[in-house]
């Protein structure tokens, strides 16, 4: 069965260093989310992504946090420079268009702490 | 602002009871609600619910929405210690947005 694919799946990083995370999502699915999720709260979207273009990024803070999505396949999700407060889950998740739009797809996640 | 309130935030109960648990939103442009499971990691989708009164079922998991006063309650009848996980309660809305709840943490011990 067809999986989104993150990595790292855990980080550990100092405060004031740069870090990326990876997705790819299943094969075909145009739309990519990458959520943040603190311990104990629910996702919290920070930028959709439909094919190449970004659709709603008002959740991210953009000082620090950048994603791209270049050929509409993978994405990357950046943080520089990482702040104590950046330690959580960040979740990628994708969907096809049409009417299953509704139906995400999760990756495993990439755990990050930073020091 | 739109926000999702899960009810109880968390549940202890045992081996076949069965639980109830709650969501209320508030929304501009609802489009359907859905309900995730997520254990140790990524969130896995259980149902989607877009008109009030149509009971949605998987196995001994059923979910129905109510549009009129704005909530949801997922049930789960002869609960098994597999079904301990956060469930998580989502709205999508024709922003193409999912609005996700802070989860209610159920525990089913034996």
């Known amino acids: 069965e067809a999986e989104v694919a993150q990595s790292p799946r855990y980080k550990i990083t100092e405060k004031s260093q740069a870090v990326a995370f990876w997705c790819d999502p299943i094969?075909?699915?145009?739309?990519l989310y990458w959520y943040r999720q603190i311990l104990g709260q629910g996702p919290e979207l920070l930028v959709q992504?439909?094919?190449?273009?970004?659709?709603?990024d008002s959740q991210l803070p953009k000082d620090r946090f950048s994603a791209e999505r270049l050929k509409g396949v993978d994405s990357t999700l950046k943080i520089q420079p990482a702040e104590l407060g950046d330690s959580a889950m960040y979740l990628c998740?994708?969907?096809?268009?049409?009417?299953?739009?509704?139906?995400?797809?999760f990756g495993p996640g990439t755990r990050l702490t930073v020091t | 602002e739109d926000k999702v309130v899960q009810s109880p935030l968390s549940l202890v109960v045992h081996e076949g009871d069965t639980v109830t648990l709650n969501c209320s939103y508030e929304?501009?442009?609802?489009?359907?609600l859905l309900w995730y499971k997520q254990e140790k990691k990524a969130p896995t989708f259980l149902f989607m619910l877009?008109?009030?009164?149509i009971e949605k079922k998987s196995g001994r998991l059923s979910s129905i929405l109510d549009k009129k006063e704005l909530f949801s309650i997922l049930n789960i009848t002869a609960t098994q210690t597999g079904d301990s996980a956060v469930y998580l309660c989502a709205f999508y809305n024709y922003g193409q947005n999912f609005v996700f709840g802070p989860g209610t943490r159920l525990s089913v011990l034996p």
């Open positions: 929304v501009t442009n609802f489009r359907s």
């Open positions: 998740a994708s969907s096809s268009d049409g009417r299953r739009l509704y139906e995400q797809y």
């Open positions: 877009t008109s009030s009164g």
């Open positions: 094969s075909g699915h145009a739309t």
């Open positions: 992504f439909q094919d190449e273009s970004v659709v709603d």
